[in-house]
């Protein structure tokens, strides 16, 4: 599988504020960009502090970008994943909407009750790992099912997450003009952080937009 991150910070390298409340970083030239990059994936993936926070839609909105998919025989939106070892998506979640496809990458002890609501609530749940979702096995078994390219958009947990599991192949980041600040406030890659072993990225591009600028990377071995 083809693993893209795409993700936009402040100056300072937040995702949003200590209050977890969405912060417009990025403009209409980087959400169209965005969206270009989500019509050209298969699915797009978030974890589910994400979707407490934001309550994401994760579809595309260009419908010039939505006519291209379906001429090519894919389904209008990619498929959406949440990365949830508890199984806690709100059902009424706007990713569970029937715009799209759903997947919900859940651990082996997620509740009875909240897999059966989930599902009720029209989502497809593939097992992965217990105390927290096992990204690697995770990322196999979505990609037996048909998903080669996915975009990873956040948090600052799952992608620190994805790094540590060596899956991600391009990064690229929006940096806004601003400074959000805060010890808790979430950055591009947190969880424990690497001490040793930092993944190394290589530069590709730079791109002024909007009111900052778009860098993009490879992301080595
Ligand atoms: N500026 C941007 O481009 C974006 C900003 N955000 C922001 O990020 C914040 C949410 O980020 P986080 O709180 O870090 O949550 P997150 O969205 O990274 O989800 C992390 C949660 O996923 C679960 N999880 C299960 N398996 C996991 C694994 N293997 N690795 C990591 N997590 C796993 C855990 O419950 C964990 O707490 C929100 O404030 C949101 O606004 C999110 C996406 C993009
Ligand atoms: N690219 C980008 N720029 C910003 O300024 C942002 N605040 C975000 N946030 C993330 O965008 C996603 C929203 O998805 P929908 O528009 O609801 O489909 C979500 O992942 C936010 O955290 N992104």
Known sequence: ??????????????????????????????FARVDAIRADCDGVAVGIGTVLADDPHLTVEDPDLRAERRERGDPEHPARVVIDTRARTPTDAR???????????????????????LRDAG?????????????????????????????????????FSAFTAGVVDDLSVYVGSLIIGGRDAPTLA???????AFPELTLADVERLDDGVVLSYAVEG
């Open 1 to 30: 599988m083809n693993v893209v991150v795409n993700a936009a910070m402040s100056a300072d390298g937040k995702l949003s504020s200590r209050r977890r409340d969405r912060v417009r970083i990025s403009g209409p030239k980087d």
């Open 190 to 196: 947190d969880g424990e952080g690497f001490v040793e």
């Open 95 to 117: 990713v569970l909407d029937d715009a799209a496809e759903t997947h919900l990458l859940v651990g082996e002890d997620a509740p009875d009750d909240r897999r059966a609501a």
């Open 123 to 159: 989502a497809h749940l593939v097992e992965a790992g217990t105390e927290r979702v096992d990204l690697a096995a995770g990322l196999d078994e979505l990609e037996s099912e048909g998903i080669d390219r996915l975009l990873i958009e956040g948090g600052g947990e799952l992608l």
